[in-house]
């Protein structure tokens, strides 16, 4: 199957920026998605991102896409503590039947 | 609005027991799925219903037998599991049928544990 890989820690100070970083191999994907997930709970959806776009902008969120290396980033400004949890990348495209492909998640650890 | 809903939080049953999960949106969403995640892994698809008919089933053991009673609602009844399938069960839902790209919404989860 296809793979999305993903880095499966990162920690930062509270007020600075965050960065998840997430590959993937599947040429037919059409949705990039970043899933949240805070421990004991559901996958909270965050932002998705269209293959054909490079760029979105949600509030503290800023998604990159390079589809030329199939690579996106998830940037979080000023990160707080509440935003401790595992993220999830996950694409869907044609070859998958659009079922979702997860990565295996990057904890995120914030530190006051 | 974006809620799926599951019941229960928590349940733990014995490997002979028989109990159901419940999963129900309100979204006017045509498909619905089960999803198994084990600690500090991602989910794993299980089944999907499309327009209430199942459309995809993950090979997964006939301990599993999911349910569609109306597009709102979808359970998932559970009969002679085994401590390995102690495990977080999501449910979602996307807008349109299976295979149309649309976003997963998920709800929190029942955590099971089987003893």
């Known amino acids: 199957g296809e793979d999305v890989e993903q880095s499966l820690f990162l920690s930062v100070r509270e007020g600075d920026s965050s960065v998840i970083n997430c590959t993937y191999t599947d040429s037919s994907s059409t949705y990039l998605y970043w899933y949240k997930q805070e421990p004991g709970a559901g996958l909270q959806l965050l932002t998705y991102i269209f293959s054909n776009m490079d760029m979105k902008q949600d509030q503290r969120l800023t998604v990159l896409l390079n589809k030329k290396d199939k690579h996106l980033s998830l940037r979080i400004a000023d990160t707080q503590t509440g935003d401790s949890a595992i993220y999830f990348c996950?694409?869907?495209?044609?070859?998958?039947?659009?079922?979702?492909?997860f990565g295996k998640g990057t904890s995120l650890l914030v530190t006051p | 609005d974006t809620e799926v809903t599951q019941t229960p939080k928590h349940l733990v049953m014995g490997m002979t027991n028989k109990k159901s999960l419940k999963c129900e949106q309100h979204m006017g969403h045509r498909a619905m799925y089960w999803y198994k995640q084990k600690a500090k892994k991602p989910p794993e698809l299980m089944f999907v219903y499309s327009y209430e008919k199942l459309s995809i089933n993950e090979s997964v053991p006939s301990r599993f037998s999911p349910e569609c009673p109306n597009s709102s609602l979808l359970n998932l009844h559970l009969h002679a599991l085994q401590p390995e399938d102690s495990a977080l069960y999501l449910c979602?839902?996307?807008?349109?049928?299976?295979?149309?790209?649309?976003?997963?919404?998920f709800g929190p989860g029942t955590r099971l544990l089987v003893l």
């Open positions: 979602a839902s996307s807008q349109d049928g299976y295979g149309t790209g649309e976003t997963q919404y």
């Open positions: 996950a694409e869907s495209g044609a070859n998958s039947g659009y079922a979702l492909n």
